[in-house]
């Protein structure tokens, strides 16, 4: 079994501070001293697609996941620990430029690198920075398989891929019919596994595979949504801090607003 | 211009998020066209609060929104189509979008018409900027629309089913989540990482005692600290709670965003400088364990 995971390399949204944000339309929105981390819910497509090949084990079936990544940094870090947890393979599109709110091409970019066959195409329903949710629609369209969104786990299980999905009231399950791309929202396996130093050295030789986004001969996709502004919207409350003691804020509490819907 | 608006309607609140969504349209086109789907199991009246000539379609809300999307594309020649934003409506909107070859924004907060030019807006960074974007060509949004309480009547004299299926499951069985009134709850505890796993019993009594529920942060979730279907957020559930009292939040706003209609809100965080208290009517620095301890004497005592 062949499984490819999308994965998208992005600020920490946590760490950014409140001036920060407020410059976000100046040329002077820097965020390079805010820490990288894996999109949150491509972290949980790379953390399942690492259970499934753990569960195709079980059974004796080979499951190879190739991680793809678009973007310039210096990610030898994550492509380290992937290979360090059992990714087989890594590859990284370079000199794309700025693609956020571009889903269209991205989509374009992953089908025209993924040329080699994959069973299944993993990655998150949408990521940090753009929030746009659509990658995973155009990729499924391009290649002509179904989508399936909304992932909350999925294993190997009696020689078939049982899939595990939200819905609104509760979770859904399903085997999957063919190849398909699969899209993870929150999931009960959210977290990549750690990699020890032991597995580090083991494939400290490793590297990502990487190809030039000119290699790829893209024809050109026109975006129709242009970013045009940004802007924080602040809405300050005017929080009223209660400085008294343990015993009369608590007071207050019952007194002021527990009272008000009669408790 | 020709806009269409379309719903996915769960329950009633939909139908008034719909109208709303017309009436938005109402004042950006001459021509505005309303759609709107039910689930198959779902019994009409003759007459529905929805706005004159309102096309009505029916599909399983269990299967995917992908033959809907098609279905839909056969016969419609809008410029613009505006959804009301849920799991399945934004479902829809990637399907019929790409079907269509439109232009997709999901979760959008605004759409307006200047000089001709369409400009939609939409929170990003993860709920920490709008931005602004302009559309060329077709454009498929999901909007955040405001109730109408308007009253229209349309009177139904054709229902299109659409047979949904699912596209590339089989087999499917549903376990529905530990049923919760979040959603509709006076009282909200909420907690975030700040509240030990040890001392959960403590915010669950709480809740209890206050009539209220118990929702949380997405780490707490992820932790398993409570079920993921009480995750607070735009990933998870909004709470629109008379009073709502958080224990050991930062307050970033992809939390903010589930509470942000909640009546009164107290937060309580050791760190003074947290972002929750921008976004709270009362603060206190201070620790929860000692607060929850407090709060627990006083109404059982
Ligand atoms: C695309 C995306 C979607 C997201 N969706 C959601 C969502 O729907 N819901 C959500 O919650 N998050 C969501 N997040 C995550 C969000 O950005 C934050 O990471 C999360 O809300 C932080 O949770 P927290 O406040 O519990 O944890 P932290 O940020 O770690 O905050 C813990 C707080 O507890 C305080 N504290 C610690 N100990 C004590 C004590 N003893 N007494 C008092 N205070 C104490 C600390 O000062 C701190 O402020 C999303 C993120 C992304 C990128």
Partial sequence: MKVLVCFKIVKDMDYVIDRDWEIANSSEFELSYVKDVISCFDESALENALRLKDSARLENVQCDITALTIGDGNYDNFVKNLFAVGISEVVQ????????????????????TSVEKFDLILLGNEDSTSNCGITGFHLANKLNVPYILSANEITYNNGELKLTKNIDDGLMFGKITGDCVVSFSNSNNPYLRFSTLRDRLKVSSKTATVVEFTDLNLSNIENNLKLVSLKRENKDLNCEMLVGNLQENVQFIMDNILNEVGK | MKITVLTICNNDIDLKKHNGLFELAENLASEVYSICVFSSDKVFNTEINLPKNTVIFQCDFLGDMKKLGGAIAENNETDIMLITKNTLGNEFAGFFGTKTGASV???????????????????????????????????????NSLKSDMNYTCTINHVTHVDTGFDGLEGITIVKAEENALEQCEILVAIGRGVKKNTLEKYQQLAEKLGGEIGGTRPVTYDGIIDLSRMIGNSGKAVSAKVAIVFGASGALPFVAGIENCGTILSINKDENAMIFKNSNYGIVGDVQEYVDMLLEKIQG
Avoid: W
């Fill in chain 1, 93 to 112: 599109v370079k000199g794309c430029g700025e693609l956020d709110f571009q889903p269209e091409l991205v989509s374009e970019i992953i089908a025209k």
């Fill in chain 2, 105 to 143: 924004m999901l979760n959008c907060n605004g759409i307006s018409v200047n000089g001709g030019e369409v400009y939609i807006t939409k929170k990003v960074y993860s709920e920490n900027l709008m931005g602004e974007f302009q559309c060329n060509g077709k454009l498929v949004a999901t909007m």
